[in-house]
């Protein structure tokens, strides 16, 4: 019996053993959360104190929009992973020449690296919105600054990439339609993911669902733009759920280098955040949501697992930004998305590190969220997007023609990408692609997200774009077969 006990036991210590391993495995493969060290505040702490802010917090990574002396030398035995950035100023003189590529790179990175832990350059910053026109610069750019990695042996060390903001886009939702712009396709996207495929890069992307929701308040749930417990949206291309808006904007990038076969380049989130505070009119700027959205993420990323379409893709995002920056221009919200105040005190208190999110709760106030997008009520599934049979009733939910066509297709957008309604009967050849008008596509498109959301209070809105009807609208004869049907036109 004595033998049967110790067997037990070691068998115990080793099933725990086994466990603890997993558990250490499964972090060691998660994510990884950095910081973008933004300076265009007054009263800074020195670098050096940054260092130090930035390290006792444990973050990973941290991403500068320069190459400041003072900052690299700060960092320097930090163990702190660096990237710096080629001002979109430079970026000319970087292409022009090999050798003013070469004197960067020697100034900027050689005399540092490898004390002051240089993972990457940046070659610009959104360049395609820089009205200085500097597109046409971008990839000869990147490819001299890297062949001066190469002459200085440090091309395996130091990635080269340049962030992409998400208009750059000509498709964004459903995110299994993600597209790149046309005009950028051949001249920019191809070579520069060829370049990115032939060095061992990644794509750098600067996402912020805060602008999405900003501007589709109305339509969108702000518990789907917080990472807040929601039903989910299904995108109707691929069936795949989603229940934040970051993985479907990720995705929608992810797409589109699909659509241009090279689904083996991996991303990195460059830029993402959420304002503490903005204007009148910053729909969503606030303490609780910025604190609820960076926390979350910071969930999110550090207990691993990719996306819907890249769930073996872990991600690395650097937050926007260390610092409420006081000298930037615009509106209230571009000062705000500071994760510190300059006395380094925190704004909000989120962690950082897996430790840190042990005892970390996304604290809701019990009237916070979006007053016309109510969080929608958990619906039976039939596993295929379609309408369940026990939601349909006696309401519907129609255009409002009288909204106006901008209005009318911003609506009918969301409610055919992140919205999950089932728009495939209204595709052009399908059975109810007729009448082939805005506003019938839109009442039945608005008509079958208010049925999949149980008719939930506020699912007929889409700011003013629709209203809900008691008896079968003839005028929108085409959503009769989707309620009495459920869905078979």
Known sequence: MAMARRHV?????????????????????????????????????????????????????????????????????????????????????????QMFATNWVQRNVVAYHPNTQIEAIAVGNEVFVDTHNTTKYLIAAMKNIHTALVKFNLASDIKVSSPIALS?????????????????????????LDFLRQTGSY???????????????????????????????????????????FDAQIDAVFAAMSALKYDDIEMVVSETGWPSKGDENEVGASLENAAAYNGNLVRRILTGGGTPLRPKSNLTVYLFALFNEDRKNGPTSERNYGLFFPNEKKVYDIPFTVEGL????????????????????????????????????????????????????????????EGGADCHQIQPGSTCYDPNTLEAHASFAFNSYYQKKARG????????????????????SIITPLVNNFGAC
């Open 168 to 192: 750059a886009l000509q498709n964004s939702y459903p995110s299994s339609a993600g597209s790149f712009r046309p005009e950028l396709v051949e001249p920019v996207f191809k070579p520069m």
């Open 358 to 417: 042990k005892n970390y709760h996304d604290h809701q106030s019990p009237v916070s969220g979006n007053q016309h997008e109510t969080s929608p009520v958990t619906s039976p599934d039939t596993g295929r997007g379609d309408v369940s049979k026990t939601l349909t009733g006696n309401t519907w939910c129609v255009a409002n023609g009288e909204a106006g066509k901008e209005k009318l297709q911003a609506a009918l957008d969301f409610a055919c990408g």
């Open 9 to 97: 036991t070691l068998l115990s210590c080793s099933l725990l053993l086994l466990l603890l391993l997993s558990v250490f495995a499964s972090h060691s493969d998660a994510g990884s959360v950095g910081v973008n060290y933004g300076r265009i505040a007054d009263n800074l702490p020195s670098a050096y104190k940054v260092a130090a802010l930035i390290k006792s917090q444990g973050l990973e990574r941290v991403k500068v929009f320069d190459s400041d002396p003072a900052v690299l030398r700060a960092l320097s035995g930090s163990g702190i992973k660096v990237t710096v950035d080629v001002p979109n100023e430079l970026l000319s003189s970087a292409a022009k020449t």
């Open 203 to 245: 794509l750098m992307v600067n996402a912020y669902p805060y602008f999405a929701y900003e501007s589709n308040a109305d339509v969108i749930s702000l518990d789907y733009a917080l990472f807040r417990q929601n039903p989910g949206v299904v995108d109707a291309g691929s069936n795949l759920r989603y229940f934040s808006l």
């Open 457 to 476: 209070a506020g699912t007929c809105y889409f700011g003013g774009a629709a209203y809900v009807v008691s008896q079968p609208p003839s005028k929108y």
